[in-house]
């Protein structure tokens, strides 16, 4: 490596290579990164070439420096504003257990008095 990195540096280089599993970016002449496939965007990612091409330049953030295997590990999606989510916060959250009895009951209650009956015709 012609520069030593450090992890939580926030680097431009460019896309050099794509691989199945992610893309690989130059940061100086003699260093290369790897940005994994999901270290790309947030959510999945089928095919990099969605989001990358060969000679694209990026902005990237160093997460890790392994400096005895030459290896410096890369993510894009660090630097992106996390995806709000859809959950309603004004709303309490019911536990699983409860959200069964509420949806259910009736079900389980018309079983039980079914059952009766089906006790009843099976002895004829």
């Known amino acids: 490596m012609a520069k030593t990195y450090k992890a939580g ?5 460019t896309v050099t290579g794509i691989q199945p599993y992610g893309a690989f970016v130059a940061l100086d002449d003699e260093t290369q990164g790897l940005v994994h496939i999901s270290e790309i965007t947030y959510g999945f990612v089928k095919d990099i070439h969605d ?3 060969v000679g ?3 902005k990237v953030k160093v997460l890790d420096v392994d400096s005895e295997a030459k290896k410096v590990s890369l993510s894009i999606r660090a630097l992106l504003e996390a ?4 959950r309603r916060e004004d709303r309490p959250r019911k536990s699983l257990q409860a959200r069964v009895k ?5 079900g389980f209650n018309s079983l039980k008095d079914k059952l009766k ?4 015709k ?3």
């Open 51 to 53: 989001y990358l091409s």
């Open 9 to 13: 540096e926030e680097l431009t280089g």
């Open 117 to 120: 009956d089906w006790i009843e």
């Open 83 to 86: 995806p709000s989510t859809s």
């Open 122 to 124: 099976s002895g004829q």
């Open 102 to 106: 509420e949806h259910d009951a009736e």
């Open 56 to 58: 694209q330049e990026v």
